[in-house]
């Protein structure tokens, strides 16, 4: 049986004879499989060297089954991680996992800041600060996990941890007001990071509050968009007033940090030494019955690497990604992603490409409210061209009408997040 493909570096996985599966790949499942009893209760393995075959018969885990079952069957003492959390040598997150209930996730004490520094050593503009002090600020969803935001408001001081500045606070809501605004560009001066890391949509519309007061930060040398999909649009804005190298990091609370790459430059790799990640290519529906291949698209599974707690099998994140000549392009979430009509694929990318040349925007999103109808709401200092309309429809497909409403604000979803593009559910 022929092997997966896999988006990790050939020598990652190392070669093996034909049918097994790498040694390196084996040996991290069967590590998995000795940490969680999860995985053992549903799908046993042979002590046999494993085969391709094999491999696929493991079912692939899901946040909506992470939820059924609770983040207590990953482990055979949960008794033991209650203590351990007492203790700090675990610590839980909560996350976005269903639209029924979050996801509990459980890592071992220097698990993230250990991924994280593995993540900045795959990037060429980041590894320029493993390992040394830097100056960071953060600015997150407001509905974040809780090693990102504070449970209550607090002063300066007290959200300043080992060079980082947490922005954010609790009870902000998503429609700043001036007088946080000043707080945030104010804590910005003062803190003079060499490192800006935030939620695309954050970002731009604190790249706004910033150009609104005058305010540059010549100190910085990376802007990290994290946690969402980000714009052109947002890209263009930031850049605008933090003129520094921007960095597209993606990753999950559940998963770690799994691809990193220049934004917006189609060059993304993953991160080797965090995960496994298989390639499946993607159906995409069309007609409403049949099925195209579509090229170089993939949904991505994962299989987390060296992790004690919660370690992830073949996790289906639900995110799609397209492979270039470069490296990767993250193109959304499944379900934020278009088809037309005859089968074929529209991604925020390809709204990007559309927009005026002579149009910018600090945020927008283009929902879909029937079947031929899409309302694209935007955030600006300035009305919508006329033409704006017409160039969005005519990528949608053909008979479809597109209305432009500038807003205030747009309200991101309970999780804080925000979509780009919001197709009707199917």
Known sequence: MTAPIFANASETLGSAPAGQLPEALEREIRRIYDRSPLYGSRFPLHAEPLQWGCYREIPTLSKKEIVQRGHQAFFADYGEVERGLQTKRYEYESTGGTTQAPMTVIMEDGWWNA??????????????????????????????SSNLCPYEDHPFPHRYFDGTVYLNLSSDPFAFPEAEWDRIVLELQATKPEVLEGEPVYLSLLARAAKKRGVTVPSLKAVILTYGKASAQHGARIAEVFPAPQVDLYGSTEAGYLFVGEAFKDNSQVIDANAFIELVPWPAPTNGSSHVRLSNVFQIYVTTRDREAMPLLRYHTGDIVQRFPTGFRLLGREGNLHFRRDGSLVSPTDIDAALPADFSCWHYSLVQTSENRWDFHYVADAVAPAELEPAVAAVLGAGVRVSAFRRRVIAPAASGKFSLLKPLAK
């Open 115 to 144: 991924q994280t520094r593995r993540a900045y050593l795959a990037s060429p503009i980041l590894r320029q600060f493993v390992d040394r002090p830097y100056r960071k600020c953060v600015l997150a969803p407001v509905g974040c």
